[in-house]
């Protein structure tokens, strides 16, 4: 569903230019995980075992199983996907982010991927779930349940390849995780796939050369461009899962990443979220120096000249 409008007073504390005790007021969540990607140290955790629904950020899991089937050759990015009735119909239902897809409307697959991680496009992702499973949306669902097992997400179970609510609006019945498996999911994502190539793209226009007029597409992570290092990775939201946002930042070589669940509103997240980035890489331990800077350093405390280091190939 579409997240509320990211307000001025948040603007203004996202960029350092509000007051400390404006931006100390922050709404409570349900859970969060803090972890360092490169040695998967847990930096931060608040009920990070506690189930929520996922709600669009589902879509994580969605491009995870995608990216699989390109690896193995079973599809490529350029694999036309021609949208089917029941994709269109996807693009109809009330509150609900999508890219206005049509019945016979033809994309290829890396376009549709955009609009899955720009504009959280439910549409899109079904048209990818639908493509992907043969025609078989429980089908490819079963391949993310299948993906989420083989990576160790103990709690989560897939019901939708989008994260809308399931018809009955029950919770229980609907896409469940926590905020510990998802920083499973993204940490993977980070280290084997290429997911940052398509999360950190502010704005794009959705189906140039295919469709006319192109469709203009917002990321909806309000942290890229705020909050220095932040380069991914989804939002999410709907009633039953409040607003939940998992971010990723690097800086000087080193990323960290954030999973943060059933926040009350945009301006409670994206506090929370951009507090607990600042607050983990705080937390790293510091780099150790490496040889070269190790053997300046003797040098100089000596007064001779720093020895000469030869690369070779394959160093």
Same mark, same amino acid.
């Given at each position: 569903?579409?997240?509320?409008?990211?307000?001025?007073?948040?603007?203004?504390?996202?960029?350092?230019?509000?007051?400390?005790?404006?931006?100390?007021?922050?709404?409570?969540?349900?859970?969060?995980?803090?972890?360092?990607?490169?040695?998967?140290?847990?930096?931060?955790?608040?009920?990070?075992?506690?189930?929520?629904?996922?709600?669009?950020?589902? /879509?994580?899991?969605?491009?995870?199983?995608?990216?699989?089937?390109?690896?193995?050759?079973?599809?490529?990015?350029?694999?036309?996907? *021609?949208?089917?009735?029941?994709?269109? !119909?996807?693009?109809?239902?009330?509150?609900?982010?999508?890219?206005?897809?049509?019945?016979?409307?033809?994309?290829?697959?890396?376009?549709?991927?955009?609009?899955?991680?720009?504009?959280?496009?439910?549409?899109?992702?079904?048209?990818?779930?639908?493509?992907? &499973?043969?025609?078989?949306?429980?089908?490819?669902?079963?391949?993310?349940?299948? /993906?989420?097992?083989?990576?160790?997400?103990?709690?989560?179970?897939?019901?939708?390849?989008?994260?809308?609510?399931?018809?009955?609006?029950?919770?229980?019945?609907?896409?469940?995780?926590?905020?510990?498996?998802?920083?499973?999911? #993204?940490?993977?994502?980070?280290?084997?796939?290429?997911?940052? /190539?398509?999360?950190?793209?502010?704005?794009?226009?959705?189906?140039?050369?295919?469709?006319?007029?192109?469709?203009?597409?917002?990321?909806?992570?309000?942290?890229?461009?705020?909050?220095?290092?932040?380069?991914?990775? /989804?939002?999410?939201?709907?009633? &039953?899962?409040?607003? #939940?946002?998992?971010?990723?930042?690097?800086?000087? &070589?080193?990323?960290?990443?954030?999973?943060?669940?059933?926040?009350?509103?945009?301006?409670?997240?994206?506090?929370?979220?951009?507090?607990?980035?600042? !607050?983990?890489?705080?937390?790293?331990?510091?780099?150790?120096? *490496?040889?070269?800077?190790?053997?300046?350093?003797?040098?100089?405390?000596? &007064?001779?000249?720093?020895?000469?280091?030869?690369?070779?190939?394959?160093?």
């Amino acid at each position: 569903m579409s997240p509320r409008i990211l307000g001025p007073a948040l603007a203004l504390i996202l960029l350092g230019r509000a007051v400390a005790p404006a931006a100390a007021r922050v709404a409570p969540y349900k859970g969060a995980i803090v972890v360092d990607v490169a040695t998967d140290r847990v930096l931060f955790a608040d009920h990070a075992n506690e189930v929520s629904p996922p709600a669009s950020m589902a /879509k994580l899991m969605t491009f995870a199983v995608l990216e699989a089937q390109i690896r193995a050759g079973a599809s490529t990015l350029q694999t036309p996907i *021609r949208i089917t009735p029941a994709d269109a !119909r996807v693009a109809r239902i009330g509150d609900s982010t999508n890219v206005a897809l049509r019945a016979g409307e033809v994309f290829p697959v890396e376009e549709l991927i955009y609009a899955m991680m720009i504009q959280s496009a439910n549409d899109a992702a079904y048209a990818v779930a639908e493509a992907v &499973g043969h025609g078989s949306v429980p089908a490819f669902v079963a391949m993310m349940n299948a /993906k989420a097992r083989a990576l160790g997400m103990t709690r989560t179970i897939y019901r939708t390849p989008n994260g809308l609510p399931v018809r009955d609006h029950r919770v229980a019945d609907g896409d469940l995780t926590t905020p510990r498996d998802y920083a499973v999911l #993204c940490r993977y994502l980070l280290l084997h796939t290429d997911i940052l /190539k398509y999360t950190s793209v502010r704005r794009r226009y959705f189906g140039v050369g295919w469709r006319r007029p192109p469709y203009p597409m917002t990321n909806h992570n309000n942290l890229l461009g705020r909050i220095p290092g932040v380069d991914g990775l /989804k939002t999410g939201f709907t009633f &039953g899962a409040g607003f #939940c946002l998992a971010a990723t930042a690097e800086r000087g &070589g080193r990323r960290i990443l954030v999973v943060l669940m059933d926040s009350p509103d945009t301006r409670s997240r994206d506090l929370k979220v951009a507090q607990l980035i600042r !607050r983990g890489f705080a937390e790293l331990p510091p780099l150790a120096p *490496r040889t070269e800077d190790r053997q300046a350093a003797a040098a100089q405390r000596a &007064g001779g000249i720093p020895p000469i280091h030869f690369s070779v190939p394959g160093e």
